[in-house]
């Protein structure tokens, strides 16, 4: 069966720190994998999306990247956290077309 | 591009009283609709999902849901619930195209009193 990762659960880190959340997929193969971002009291923002290794697209123009350097493993990344990056992080990963969704457990940054 | 209204930031319902949640969606093709649950701290749960076919679908834990194309709606019921059901709910529409965007609503926080 499927299983979705999603690494560190809590993180805690000053501003103008790197950033690395790390999600990986296993039990199938060329997922389409999704970063969204939960704020307090908010709904769910996409972040970026991946159809395949080395393609991202970025929803919204932040201070964050991603990657995807394998098939099953993506990354969300900052060279430098701002205060408003504090939130609630969850990667997800879809197999067909149309299919729901599949959320790992998700990262809780804070940002200070 | 998609878009998803839930107009209820939280609602209260005394346990056994039926449940119904609103979700209002725009989309100019076909929308694959889903509604999902969050307990607190925690990944999102599918409740349900519409792609096509039979308006009303049958959900886990006792949900159902019902597509009005008209209304552009999609709203959660659930006859009777249980103090295990407060969480939060999002409804979702996904598109056919460009990664299969799915776009949630801002979601409806159920609290359940005795």
């Known amino acids: 069966s499927q299983t979705i990762h999603q690494w560190p659960a809590t993180l805690v880190q000053p501003v103008g720190s790197p950033l690395s959340l790390e999600c990986t997929v296993e039990g199938t193969s060329n997922p389409n994998l999704y970063w969204y971002r939960q704020a307090a009291g908010r709904g769910l923002q996409l972040l970026f999306y991946s159809v395949g290794i080395g393609q991202i697209s970025s929803e919204v123009p932040q201070n964050l990247s991603a990657s995807r350097p394998q098939d099953r493993q993506f990354i969300l990344s900052s060279k430098k956290l701002l205060l408003s990056d504090s939130g609630f992080y969850l990667c997800?990963?879809?197999?067909?077309?149309?299919?729901?969704?599949?959320f790992g457990e998700g990262s809780r940054l804070t940002v200070l | 591009a998609q878009s998803v209204t839930q107009p209820d930031i939280h609602i209260t319902v005394s346990e056994g009283a039926s449940l119904e949640l609103r979700c209002n969606y725009s989309?100019?093709?076909?929308?694959?609709l889903f509604w999902y649950v969050q307990s607190p701290g925690q990944g999102l749960q599918l409740l349900l999902k519409?792609?096509?076919?039979?308006?009303l679908v049958q959900g886990i834990k006792g949900f159902e849901a019902e597509f009005k194309r008209s209304q552009s709606s999609f709203n959660l019921r659930k006859p009777s619930v249980h103090w295990s059901d407060a969480a939060e709910y999002f409804c979702?529409?996904?598109?056919?195209?460009?990664?299969?965007?799915?776009?949630f609503g801002a979601g409806t926080r159920l609290f359940v009193k005795a």
């Open positions: 997800a990963w879809r197999e067909t077309s149309p299919g729901e969704l599949f």
């Open positions: 979702a529409v996904g598109a056919s195209t460009g990664g299969f965007k799915t776009i």
């Open positions: 519409y792609f096509s076919g039979d308006t």
């Open positions: 989309y100019g093709a076909t929308p694959y």
